[in-house]
T-cell receptor
Framework: AQTVTQSQPEMSVQEAETVTLSCTYD???????LFWYKQPPSRQMILVIRQEAYKQQNATENRFSVNFQKAAKSFSLKISDSQLGDAAMYFC???????????????FGKGTLLTVNP | KAGVTQTPRYLIKTRGQQVTLSCSPI?????VSWYQQTPGQGLQFLFEYFSETQRNKGNFPGRFSGRQFSNSRSEMNVSTLELGDSALYLC??????????????FGEGSWLTVV
């Protein structure tokens, strides 16, 4: 079974600064997907960024980028130019490749609560 | 395009009762999955449905069940409620086709409190 570990229960960053959230995972699969989801106080899970394991290039989405190290099974999220609206719980998640429409199960880490200080 | 819709958003039930939660996926999405979120256990996978068939099930007791209808809408049911069932129940949908890599979108969740 796959496991996802987020070792930082809480992090804080000054507005406009950069912060990196850590995530490691354990799997025996060679092909999979990794995600970072954001959960603000409204509790709706919002996709921040995704990474396919077969792609060597790190994914980027505007101010968000990842450092994907497949051999080390590490998947960190970097938030640049942090904004007050970035404050939320961030979850790292793993998903196996689907098969005939199945396997849409996400395995989540425990989350990292990010505080952005003005 | 409407997102994933969950109803009801908030509900309070008494121990021993049962509850049914509903989820309408994004139009065109055929895969629906359910998650339970609690402070202690975090986010845990309940089950996944695709084309009205349960494709995957998490490690939950038989009191937790679900189904999916032909229009892809899904319901989950919890019978004989326990205090520990108090949680945020999140529904997620995805296209579910073999092409893979489909993004999973979440609803706003249903808050269940068992008293």
């Amino acid at each position: 079974a796959q496991t996802v570990t987020q070792s930082q229960p809480e992090m804080s960053v000054q507005e406009a600064e950069t912060v990196t959230l850590s995530c490691t995972y354990d799997t025996s699969e060679s092909d999979y997907y990794l995600f970072w989801y954001k959960q603000p106080p409204s509790r709706q899970m919002i996709l921040v960024i995704r990474q396919e394991a077969y792609k060597q290039q790190n994914a980027t989405e505007n101010r968000f980028s990842v450092n994907f190290q497949k051999a080390a099974k590490s998947f960190s999220l970097k938030i640049s130019d942090s904004q007050l609206g970035d404050a939320a719980m961030y979850f790292c998640a793993y998903r196996s490749p689907n098969s005939g429409g199945s396997n849409y199960k996400l395995t989540f880490g425990k989350g990292t609560l990010l505080t952005v200080n003005p | 395009k409407a997102g994933v819709t969950q109803t009801p958003r908030y509900l309070i039930k008494t121990r021993g009762q049962q509850v049914t939660l509903s989820c309408s996926p994004i139009s065109g999405h055929r895969s629906v999955s359910w998650y339970q979120q609690t402070p202690g256990q975090g986010l845990q996978f309940l089950f996944e449905y695709f084309s009205e068939t349960q494709r995957n099930k998490g490690n939950f007791p038989g009191r937790f069940s679900g189904r999916q209808f032909s229009n892809s809408r899904s319901e989950m049911n919890v019978s004989t409620l326990e205090l520990g069932d108090s949680a945020l129940y999140l529904c997620a949908s995805s296209l579910g086709y073999r092409s893979s890599g489909n993004t999973i979108y979440f609803g706003e969740g249903s808050w269940l409190t068992v008293v």
